[in-house]
């Protein structure tokens, strides 16, 4: 008998300004339910609710899909393939209400993904829901725990707690922990939830002190990694769990990106993993609208790059990976999610469906967060493949043209204060602890001359580019010697 386990569930729309993700056609939409008049069509080969069968085929042990389908009334119901090329028609069958069907995956081996198209046969047809199953041929236990670092953001993060709550209580092998780097919520101990208090040493020290707990508590095989101002699509985590119970033995220590959508233009991607090149990122997928199913199977097909990686705002990463690699670069924010990824040394592995709604980041810019940006990023040059100090001085006065073009002159005098603590290496960087660099960050003078700080920023440039070597070596010997186990880590959040 064939034994055949659900994937994730066809999803109904959050808002209507994301409907285009999951619904489109003709039709009229009601909290549990969708209305279809008599010749009028709804379409799910769409973001949320295709089936991805080429990532599938790729990724799993997958040999047969199924998809039920809760109907009420008469369709004419099209599975069909996409690719990039074109559309087409796999099977189509007429039913009354609700429908199972079998297929092997050799069905649609030709495609990209799989979709389905719903068009009522008679007056108020309705789709009540439905789910895709799958049979494979090996399976392995996985436990996803779900770590999400926070700093006073009570008004993004609790809601966000609510919705995960109804996930974790249906699916015992999930579990959320909260690092908590404000203090402000009450430190809790559950199965489903933890919450603990750390000192606010930023992104890298929240993300550190989760990835320290998890693998400590010997309770997950997974992490993901999670900003706690998005937008969850609970399915996303569902289809994530699914596959990482049946991912190919080659595939089982990459890191598994989620998609950055925007907040403002909810249908349009803003990245799908990137590249770093040396000078800035280069978002793959940035600008598509997941909203035109044309788009759908080009963003299925992101090119392997030297350089890639997945941002944090949602990054699963499994616990074995972690011991082998050791832990995040202590810098507070910026870049720390790019190097992790380098370090790892793998391709990552990227969905249609996975994916999650975050603000612009070019709305949370100050000096202090330019200073973290210029400093860190000029640091993982040193860890990334093909750059030197030839890279770093045309950054540098880059950098410099385009703020002089700007008239930004306060992110002038950060980029001379980012050098100058650049050249002091790790042990000047973490000499202070992360929270008081923060806080005398916010209160830099930005008052010296701006030519000056020109002269300053060049002086300090050519001294790096002097010791580039041995910075260099400094570098990596302190991510080798320091970072390959918890002591650093432990001792610098005192723990």
Known sequence: MMNLEKLYDISFPLSEDKES???QGQYEKFEDKVVIRRGDVL????????????KWINYTSINKIKVILKLKGTFLVDFYGMNLQDEQEVLRINCEN???RVFKVLDFNDFTLVGIRLTAMSDDAEF???SYYGSFDTNREVKLG???CTFKREKYLLPNLDRLKTLTERNPNINVMVVDNGRTLKETQSDELQIIHNPNFGGSGGFTRGLIEQVNQSKNSHVILMDDDIIIELSAIERLYSMLKHLKSEHQTKFFAGAMLRLDEATVQHENTAIWNGMIARSFGKGLNLGDRKNLCKNEKIPENVNRYAGWWFCCIPIDSIKKIGYPLPIFIKGDDVEYSIRNQQSILTVNGIGVWHEAFGKKENPAIKYFSDRNMFLVNHFAF???RLTFMITTLLKIVKRLVNRD????RMLEFAIRDLNEGFSGMTSVALDKKFESLKKYPLDKNIIMAIFSIIKLAIAHCVDYDTLDVEYKNFRSNNLADQIFWRQYLNI
């Open 409 to 412: 002159w306060d992110n002038i």
């Open 386 to 388: 093909g750059f030197g």
């Open 128 to 130: 009540l829901g439905g």
């Open 43 to 54: 379409e799910l080969g769409t973001y949320f609710n295709s089936f991805s069968i080429g």
């Open 146 to 148: 779900i770590t999400i």
């Open 21 to 23: 993700l999951y619904f």
């Open 98 to 100: 609700s429908i199972e």
